[in-house]
């Protein structure tokens, strides 16, 4: 069983850019089978994918439009982790953002979540 | 995009009753690649089903998924008072994955 632990920023000044930490424990973030994603919820915009990783012998990556440019989502296998970057923040990246992790192979079923971090991005 | 509208937005039950949530898909999902979440307060979202109909694992029994194309339901045939939550619909057919808006199930 997959288990996803958050950590990073809860405020963030506007402009600034955000860095999201999910350690991965019961798989490796290099598996050949998994899938691994960033969520974000927020009051006005709902459930929203904002991008993907995986691993199938290289490196792949997957982004949302509406966060293209601004975001990347890279991984560290020696420490089993996958984090979010996502620059020139504004206060409607307000939100609680999710790590995931899907185990199907190539279907987005976001089988396992992490905790959740809730961001504000305030002066 | 796949555009996912829920309906209703909200829903007042018993425990004991049987609920239908509705999730309808702007365009067809390719291959009825449809998953619902289960949401409480102050937690991640949780899978139910994929695929439409398939539960995960330890989903009890009275939760059923169907539907195919533009029109898929999650029933809960006996309302436990765990159940009481917000539910969401989810395609994974077509990039990008989209989420619907939520049903609210509460307590009447």
């Known amino acids: 069983q997959v288990q996803l632990q958050q950590s990073g920023p809860g405020l963030v000044k506007p402009s600034q850019s955000l860095l999201l930490t999910c350690t991965i424990s019961g798989d490796s973030v290099t598996s050949n089978v998994v899938a691994w994603s960033w969520i974000r919820q927020s009051p006005s915009r709902g459930l929203e994918w904002l991008g993907t990783?995986?691993?199938?012998?290289?490196?792949?990556?997957d982004y949302a439009e509406s966060v293209e440019g601004r975001i990347s989502v890279n991984t560290d296998a020696s420490k089993n982790e996958f984090y979010l970057y996502l620059n020139g923040l504004t206060p409607d990246d307000t939100a609680v953002y999710f790590c995931?992790?899907?185990?199907?192979?190539?279907?987005?079923?976001?089988?396992?979540w992490g905790q959740g971090t809730q961001v504000t991005v305030s002066s | 995009e796949i555009v996912l509208t829920q309906s209703p937005a909200t829903l007042s039950s018993s425990p004991g009753e049987r609920v239908t949530l509705f999730c309808r898909a702007s365009?067809?999902?390719?291959?009825?690649?449809l998953a619902w979440y289960q949401q409480k307060p102050g937690q991640a979202p949780r899978l139910l089903i994929s695929g439409a109909s398939s539960r995960a694992t330890g989903i009890p029994d009275r939760f059923s998924g169907s539907g195919s194309g533009t029109d898929f339901t999650l029933t809960i045939s006996r309302l436990e008072p765990e159940d009481f939550a917000v539910y969401y619909c989810q395609q994974y057919g077509n990039s990008p994955l989209t989420f619907g808006p939520g049903t609210k199930l509460d307590i009447k």
């Open positions: 995931a992790a899907s185990i199907t192979g190539g279907m987005l079923i976001l089988n396992f």
């Open positions: 365009q067809s999902v390719s291959n009825n690649y």
């Open positions: 990783t995986y691993y199938r012998s290289k490196w792949y990556h």
